[in-house]
Structures are given as structure tokens and as C-alpha cells.
């Protein structure tokens, strides 16, 4: 995962996505989507590659990937989801985690999903709590509760509320070391 990490940063970098960003994308999303080389079906049988990036009509698909391809999807599709969720939110947001948090989840479900429900009429009444405890009930999908979802919604609640245990924050640390030796280097290729 030493390998995929790296890899991952020098992506959210190139796209121009902040250490926080690319940590949560590395911590909970990536584990939660998985990372597949070869196109695959997710687990309501749409068309996906790389890590949780849903096949478009029209889109044209390899039959596989390299490490470094799927990151740089990823990131793109990162930050597109990021606008997304900042439109959609109208006040600020009560930490940089929160707002990544509230990324995964417009990653994991889609906009418009996210548009129509009560988490965000929540933020966006700045009731910033209540907001994140809605996570819990979104651990559906086809109709079925998914012992995967349940594990995700658990981990982005920390992230929502902006409360990162000690390990965290020490985990975070030695990322974001690496995040900035990174963009050094990045910086002095170019």
C-alpha cells in the first residue's frame, strides 16, 4: 500500500488537491472503493474501474490500468465531487475534515443523492452535528444493508465531526510529511 500511497499523493497534488483531501482519500475512501486495475462491476452491478469510478455513457474503457492511470482518475474524480459538494453546501464548514468527509460520501453515493437529503438540509442550517450522525442511516444499497457501509459511515463520522483520535492525528502527521516531501520533488522535476 507504501507504493499506491505515493503514487496517490503525486496524483492529488497534480490535480492541486490539499493534504487533507488526499489523507481522507487515502484513508477511508480508497479502502472503502478498493482499487481494481481491470473494469468490474460494483456491488449494485454498475460499470466501474479503478477505485470506484463509475463508467460514463460514452466513456471509453481499457481492459486495464496501471497503478498510476487509476490514481489520476481518482484524483480528478476526487476533485469533481469536491466542487460538487462545496456548491452545494451554503455555509461554512466546521473543519477541513469535515468537508472531506462530506466528500467520500458525495463520492460514494452521487450528488444527486446527496442534494435531496437530510444531511445536508443539516449543514446547511449549520447544524453541523446532527449533519454527520445522519451518516449512519445511509448503509444501504439495492436495498440491502451492506456490512461495508456500515464500517465506512462509522469511519467518516470521526472525520464529519472533525474528531480524530490521537493515532490519527499522528498518522496524519507522518502523511502529510510525506505529502509535502512529495511536492518538493514535484516541484524541483518540473
Not at 13 to 28: E, K, N
Not at 47 to 73: D, F, N, R
Not at 115 to 139: D, P
Amino acid at each position: 500500500m507504501k507504493a499506491i500511497k505515493s503514487k496517490l499523493i503525486a496524483a492529488f497534488i497534480a490535480a492541486g488537491l490539499s493534504a487533507p483531501a488526499a489523507f481522507v482519500a487515502y484513508d477511508l475512501t480508497l479502502p472503502s472503493e478498493g482499487l481494481v486495475l481491470q473494469p468490474y462491476s460494483d456491488p449494485v452491478g454498475l460499470k466501474t474501474i479503478c477505485a470506484g469510478h463509475l463508467v460514463q455513457k460514452g466513456e471509453k474503457v481499457k481492459p486495464s490500468y496501471t497503478e498510476e492511470e487509476c490514481m489520476e482518475i481518482y484524483a480528478s474524480d476526487w476533485k469533481k465531487h469536491l466542487k460538487q459538494i462545496d456548491s452545494a453546501v451554503r455555509v461554512p464548514y466546521a473543519s477541513e475534515w469535515q468537508r472531506q468527509a462530506l466528500n467520500d460520501f458525495t463520492f460514494n453515493l452521487g450528488i444527486n443523492s446527496v442534494k435531496g437529503s437530510t444531511l445536508l438540509r443539516l449543514v446547511n442550517q449549520g447544524k453541523h452535528k446532527e449533519a454527520c450522525e445522519q451518516l449512519t442511516r445511509w448503509v444501504y444499497a439495492g436495498g440491502k444493508k451492506l456490512k461495508g457501509l456500515v464500517i465506512r459511515r462509522d469511519k467518516t463520522m470521526s472525520y464529519c465531526l472533525g474528531e480524530l483520535t490521537p493515532e490519527k492525528q499522528k498518522e496524519y502527521k507522518e502523511f502529510l510529511e510525506q505529502y509535502n516531501e512529495i511536492s518538493r520533488r514535484l516541484e524541483k522535476d518540473s
